[in-house]
């Protein structure tokens, strides 16, 4: 079916009413389930809550996050999630405030959609993350195609977890190729190994993974101590994709 902005801005503020976001209102949502990829029932909300998720983590996706009510057991009325979200210490805003934050969102959230809703089964995804002092500092993602807009993300987290991306497509992308490039920006890793699996348990010991070539210097435009690439052709939703590494000096196994 043909996506219109409209419909879908519709659809999408009637589903942050009330308790928020729930199966059977996403069920009754054509225009959100067509921008989605058509999902079968038993995906179709972790699909959406992935999409919202995708927004990234400032303030203002939070606000829409809390107005859908992701996350909650016993989400309230709408009018009190926001008076409890600008409650907040860290937000310290009125309700008139988070409505603003959350429409902001919500229109990023539409020009997300429609352009996923409007993609190619050819087209060829980029990811590209930057690394320093072992930390994930930016994700940007786009079309593999010139003038062609991306998202940039960032990890919110100072100090490294795991020496570790791992992605998976967002809910409206089929593309027939997946890159996933990594810049170490301050220093070559020791080694890197590449990963695609459906089970994030066994993401960085599962006997799929695979070595990478660290290749010195960084890629056109960008500069770099050393940069590694991997391919996947039609990748699959659902599964895990990512680099892990090991910094200098640490054993290998």
């Known amino acids: 079916m043909s996506i219109n902005?409209?419909?879908?801005?519709?659809?999408?503020?009637?589903?942050r009413r009330d308790e928020g976001r729930t199966l059977v209102k996403l069920l009754a949502s054509p225009t959100i389930r067509a921008a989605l990829g058509d999902p079968s029932e038993g995906r179709l909300l972790e699909q959406f809550d992935a999409a919202v998720l995708q927004l990234g983590n400032d303030l203002r996706s939070l606000a829409l996050k809390n107005a859908f009510a992701i996350g909650m057991r016993e989400p309230a009325i709408l009018k009190t999630r926001r008076e409890t979200f600008g409650a907040q210490e860290a937000v310290e805003r009125g309700p008139d405030t988070i409505v603003n934050w959350e429409n902001e969102k919500l229109e990023e959230l539409v020009a997300r959609l429609l352009a996923g809703g409007q993609r190619r089964q050819d087209e060829h995804l980029l990811v590209v993350v930057a690394i320093t002092g072992g930390?994930?500092?930016v994700v940007a993602e786009g079309l593999s195609l010139s003038g062609t807009p991306e998202r940039h993300r960032y990890n919110p987290v100072g100090e490294p977890f795991i020496h570790a991306f791992i992605y998976q497509l967002p809910p409206y992308a089929a593309p027939n190729r997946l890159t996933i490039a990594g810049l170490f920006l301050d220093q070559p890793p020791g080694t890197v190994y590449a990963e695609a699996t459906g089970d994030l348990l066994g993401f960085c010991c599962g006997d799929g993974r695979q070595r990478l070539d660290v290749v010195a210097g960084g890629i056109p435009g960008i500069e770099a101590a050393a940069h590694v690439a991997v391919?996947?052709?039609k990748p699959q939703p659902g599964v895990f994709f990512g680099l892990h590494w090991r910094p200098q000096g640490l054993p290998d196994s």
């Open 135 to 137: 930390v994930i500092t």
């Open 231 to 233: 391919h996947w052709d």
């Open 5 to 15: 902005a409209a419909d879908l801005r519709a659809e999408l503020k009637r589903l």
